[in-house]
């Protein structure tokens, strides 16, 4: 076993960790060796407790922790991991007959800081946020197949956005496993959307929203629905399905529009329309016209410094969307902005009323699904929230 390079902490500074809290910060650390980014380390308090293993980054975050017990980390860790996590979502139904698509690895969730994976009919968009779990991709492909075994078709690297910007210049998008060409079809609860990964936002699809996207079907049937940001029209393509008389996609790119119209088609949907435009000039005009609204857009805020202006933009949106929509109807509204707290966003959303002076009841509070587990010791992993409201 190669020796593993040290890190010792402050005194005080291992209470967070004895917590299982998996982010040492620069500021704990007293003494450590000469490291590299992506260094595997293990963590001691300063009266030389061991705390974790973990990868090290030369950032406010220092540590990110991989495991709380002092074990090699080979290829039987990597496999345990993975196999973990896909027998967690297998035993919770969130893949079965009707859906083939889920997000399979939710970093800090699945005790792997750094790297989300999502898991497509077989094929596998893998995503690193941190050096340290890119360069041990090869490990990581090997957990895959055997997880998978003959099921595994391709392993796509999409990673040159989201890692730190100097490694990022040495990193391309690419396959590390099979090969592109083939067009991609997954089911969730039964629908079909096309995915691809290679030109798309994030990792294709946002998978996020399988359960809200499901919740939606039941209050469209005989509705004229608005799906807002639409991106390739998942929430378009439930409401269409459940009996909406009409839906419409609205989304400044162009590509995501036409993917929304490609999904509408697959799914034999007649009454879906998709408009190119941004939703705050498309909204202008439509008053009383939407009986359902859907506000899905992406993060107002990636940091605490934008935080003010995230809130500003957000009471903006649902002020605009409640003048807009019809008496008696259903307004869905989400946040994905990690730094925007549930409490906060309720504020904001609570405010937009008053400025729009429609009175709302809350019908449902949102949230992220299953596979994207929210451990009690890592409450920052909790970004996705939402409401759905009754407009009087």
């Not at 009266?47 to 030369?58: A, D, E, R």
């Not at 973990?84 to 698509?101: F, H, P, W």
């Not at 929304?260 to 705050?280: M, T």
């Not at 937009?352 to 890592?378: M, S, T, W």
């Amino acid at each position: 076993m190669k020796p593993v390079a040290k890190i010792i902490l402050h005194n005080g500074k291992e209470h967070s960790l004895l917590r299982f809290h998996p982010w040492v910060f620069s500021g704990a650390i007293k003494i450590k060796d000469d490291l590299q980014d992506g260094e595997l380390v293990e963590v001691f308090s300063a009266k030389q407790q061991f705390l974790g293993v973990g990868h090290y980054s030369n950032a406010s975050i220092s540590v990110r922790i991989i495991s709380f017990k002092q074990v090699e980390i080979n290829d039987d860790f990597w496999f345990n991991k993975i196999n973990k996590a896909y027998e967690y979502r297998k035993n919770l139904g969130i893949l079965n007959e009707s859906t083939n698509v889920c997000r399979l690895i939710f970093g800090e969730g699945d005790g792997l800081p750094g790297l989300i994976i999502d898991y497509y009919a077989g094929h596998i968009v893998f995503q690193a946020h941190s050096i340290a779990m890119h360069l041990n991709r090869e490990a990581l492909i090997k957990a895959l197949q055997k997880t998978f075994g003959d099921g595994l078709k391709s392993v796509y690297d999409k990673s040159s956005e989201t890692l730190p910007k100097q490694y990022a210049q040495g990193v391309k998008n690419q396959y590390l496993l099979g090969q592109g060409g083939e067009r991609v079809v997954v089911k969730e609860n039964n629908c079909e959307f096309i995915i691809d990964w290679e030109n798309g936002q994030k990792t294709g699809f946002f998978v996020d929203q399988r359960e809200n996207r499901s919740l939606l079907s039941k209050y469209s049937k005989g509705k004229k629905v608005l799906n807002t940001f639409s991106y390739t029209g998942g929430f378009s393509v439930y409401a269409a399905l459940a009996g909406a008389t009409l839906v419409h996609s609205v989304d400044s790119s162009a590509p995501a529009i036409e993917l929304s119209r490609q999904n509408a088609d697959l799914n034999k949907i007649k009454n879906h329309e998709g408009y190119d435009e941004d939703v705050f000039d498309f909204l202008k005009d439509k008053d009383n016209v939407y009986d359902v609204i859907v506000l899905d857009p992406p993060a107002f805020a990636k940091s605490r410094d934008v935080k003010h202006n995230a809130v500003k933009g957000y009471i903006k949106l649902n002020a605009l969307a409640l003048r807009k929509i019809k008496p008696g109807g259903i307004l869905f509204t989400f946040s994905c902005s990690g730094v925007i707290d549930k409490m906060l966003f309720y504020n904001s959303v609570a405010a937009a009323a008053i400025e729009a002076g429609r009175n709302v009841k809350v019908v449902h509070y949102l949230c992220q699904p299953a596979d994207h587990p929210v451990i009690p010791f890592f409450p920052e992993g909790e970004y996705l929230k939402g409401m759905v409201l009754w407009v009087e």
